[in-house]
């Protein structure tokens, strides 16, 4: 059964950069055809899908968030750390890590971590 943890900072500066790491266990990323990716929700709003990274180390990111958005990997830690650069206060969200292992869907997600930009 594959688990995901996030982990990072709870509270982050305006214009700062924001890197959140999502542990993996149970199963390694560079399965084939397995998919990792970052998902935030802000207060009162829907979930935001906000890039991925497949088994063997593409990525793809949300048109809105590509170019302040990167996803890495870290495969001897089976680790996918995201980083978010040039954060305002419309980026507090709770933040997913989430895998698709059994097709295109995320079907296992982390817990969630709470991550507030304010001054």
């Known amino acids: 059964q594959v688990q995901l943890q996030e982990s990072g900072p709870g509270l982050v500066k305006p214009s700062q950069t924001l890197s959140l790491t999502c542990t993996v266990s149970?199963?390694?990323?560079?399965?084939?055809?397995?998919?990792w990716g970052w998902i935030r929700q802000p207060p009162g709003k829907g979930l935001e899908w906000m890039g991925v990274?497949?088994?063997?180390?593409?990525?793809d990111y949300s048109p809105s968030l590509k170019n302040r958005t990167s996803i890495s990997r870290d495969t001897s830690k089976n680790q996918f750390p995201l980083q978010l650069g040039y954060l305002t206060p419309e980026d507090t969200a709770v933040y997913y890590c989430?895998?698709?292992?059994?097709?295109?869907?995320?079907?296992?997600w982390g817990q969630g971590t709470q991550v507030t930009v304010s001054s």
């Open positions: 990274i497949v088994y063997d180390g593409t990525t």
């Open positions: 149970g199963g390694s990323i560079t399965t084939s055809y397995y998919a």
């Open positions: 989430a895998a698709a292992v059994s097709g295109l869907e995320f079907d296992h």
